[in-house]
């Protein structure tokens, strides 16, 4: 079952994914080409800044916490050297700290894994759309244990 578009067409809207975590990767790109997005994921941070010297992504979807260079150094590049890149962070390690840190840096969003697919998707059309910032547990009308 496909989610439909959420916002930009799949023709100029390239959502890039960065976690450390293969199997999150693979679910996120499910899940956003089924919303008809143009995706590409990476592993690790430096794999991710490394690409940018090619093509710059629409929209970031990141996690905080990896190897090497973490979810914080990677926004903190983008926004000296790509600021209208709009980030979503992801999260399996939520503080008050990482939250307010972030969304300080400029994050569109911050959402707490397991994320509901369908917040998700309304970040990142939010952060497509220029909307204000959005926080929360990942976890919409109540789903969720």
């Excluded at 499910?30 to 991710?48: C, D, I, N, Q």
């Excluded at 369908?118 to 244990?145: C, F, H, V, Y």
């Amino acid at each position: 079952m496909g989610y439909g578009r959420v916002g930009m067409s799949d023709a100029t809207a390239l959502i890039a994914v960065v976690d450390d975590d293969r199997s999150v990767c693979k679910a996120l790109e499910r899940l956003l080409r089924s919303a008809k997005f143009r995706v590409e994921t990476y592993v690790s941070g430096r794999e991710f800044l490394d690409s940018l010297q090619a093509k710059v992504p629409s929209c970031v979807v990141l996690d905080l916490h990896m190897p090497d260079v973490n979810g914080f150094e990677v926004q903190a590049r983008l926004a000296r050297e790509r600021a209208s890149v709009p980030v979503v962070v992801i999260t399996g390690h939520d503080s008050p700290e990482a939250r307010a840190r972030v969304i300080a840096q400029g994050a569109k969003a911050y959402l707490c894994k397991p994320m509901d697919d369908l917040l998700l998707l309304e970040a990142i059309r939010r952060a497509l759309t220029g909307e204000p910032a959005m926080s929360g547990t990942g976890k919409s009308n109540g789903q969720g244990p």
